[in-house]
């Protein structure tokens, strides 16, 4: 938009060169206008300010009325959905045969309301994964880890050891003890296969972990060798070779009710943890699934949903990109 102070100079420049010999097109080209915009500016009928700025434009036909603005406030302030955002709150609102509101729209009314913001103690997410392991159904791949959970005073922590699926994000096992073990991995890698009733050796399985000591125990090496499972585990200092499970580990912290100031005996801790495994497997709606729930893509259910599912590349569904599997 050029002031009418601009234009007049503008027509001064033109008229000066043309004056000269100078080419009236080619004046035009130099200050960056058509030979058309020049002939408007000089037509006694043409405003001397742009009237862009100051027009009336028509009401959009789909602008949200006032009713459908408080509908999607009232919706998004439910105590179901307080801590979801619009992409997590339109997937359950369709498994419900309800529609109020596309992604886009419910953010856009969420900023000019000034909720939209983070409101999780944790930073804000960054999407990085790491290409490690390829999947093309559930229980070919499992990752593991271990992570700490505050006790009933500083310096006294239980230990949350937790398998999750990579194909489909299902935590098929976990357990807390008071200690790091390798024997404790052996209990849970059995609790694991018996769970999800899978057929060792003759359905290949890959158990994925960190290089923590329990991760090289004998006591579970000699179990996954057993059993007919291929360990495997991160590259040397490469500290996110193992995202998922860590990824798992912050859900569950950063999740509303999560004690974060210590649990105050086992038992509390166990519970807790055994309601968020229920809601994480059966209602929570992963971002990196289109938002269908853990259990839903383990089972095969998915597929009346989003149709046929595809392969599951950890970082990538395009092409696999590097197998990582560390024989010991």
Known sequence: MISASDRIKAIELIDEATKTGARVKKACDELGISHRT???????????EDQRPVVVRPVPKNKLSETEVAEIIETVNQQEFQSLPPSQ????LADWGTY??????????LREHHMQNHRSRASKPSSKPIS????TGPNEVWMWDITWLPGPAKGIYFYLYLILDLFSRKVVAWEI?????AENASVLVRRGVLSEQCVLPEQPLVLHSDNGSPMKGASLLETLYTLGITPSRSRPRVSNDNPYAESVFRTCKYRPGYPYKGFATLSEAREWVLEFVSWYNHEHR??????????????G??????GKTPACLCGSQS???????SRY
């Open 38 to 48: 020049l002939q408007r500016w000089r037509s006694p009928s043409t405003p001397l």
């Open 89 to 92: 709150i339109v997937p359950i």
């Open 100 to 109: 109020i509101a596309p992604e886009s729209t419910m953010y856009r009314v």
């Open 132 to 135: 490690t392991h390829f999947a």
């Open 177 to 181: 003890w008071l200690e790091e073990s």
């Open 286 to 299: 992963h971002s990196g699934l289109n938002f269908i729930t853990p259990n839903q893509r383990h089972n």
């Open 301 to 306: 259910a998915a597929e009346n949903h989003l």
């Open 319 to 325: 092409s696999p990109s590097r197998t990582m599997v």
